[in-house]
């Protein structure tokens, strides 16, 4: 019976425990588009699931999604065999390139940066509120 009653209490723990609040979400035109109007801070990731550099590069930018630096950031993740049109109105020849917008307009690029500090110097315009 204790090892019941550990349990249940464990598993309310877990279901009380604050979620974090990721601000990566699935690139998606109409969002991106209101987006980038608004002026919001946010990058577009161009991932494809064979490539290794993207899955080197995804926990990174998972993490740093996180950090309160970066927490009004939005994080479209664009399937870069899919998103043909973004990938010529962005001009994107590559995956694990990373597009970073502020104001609306473009202020930093970056292809196949897998090292944190070099993935976190790519978001900083956008993460130091310039």
């Known amino acids: 019976m204790r090892s019941v009653t ?12 604050p979620v ?25 990731v161009f991932h494809a699931d064979w490539c290794p550099t993207c899955r080197a ?19 479209f993740i664009a399937d870069f065999d899919k998103e043909l049109t973004l990938r010529r109105q962005l001009r994107v020849t590559r995956q694990s390139t990373i597009v970073v917008f502020n104001a609306g307009k473009e202020v930093n690029r970056s292809t196949g940066e897998t090292q944190r500090a070099d993935v976190a110097a790519v978001l900083s315009p956008i993460g130091s509120g310039s």
């Open 6 to 17: 550990i349990a249940l209490l464990m598993f309310a723990a877990a279901i009380a425990a």
């Open 20 to 44: 974090s609040r990721s601000a990566e979400v699935p690139y998606d035109a109409a969002a991106f588009a209101t987006a980038l109007k608004s002026g919001a801070p946010m990058a577009v």
């Open 57 to 75: 590069q995804a926990p990174i930018l998972k993490e740093l999604s996180l950090e309160p630096k970066f927490k009004a950031v939005t994080v």
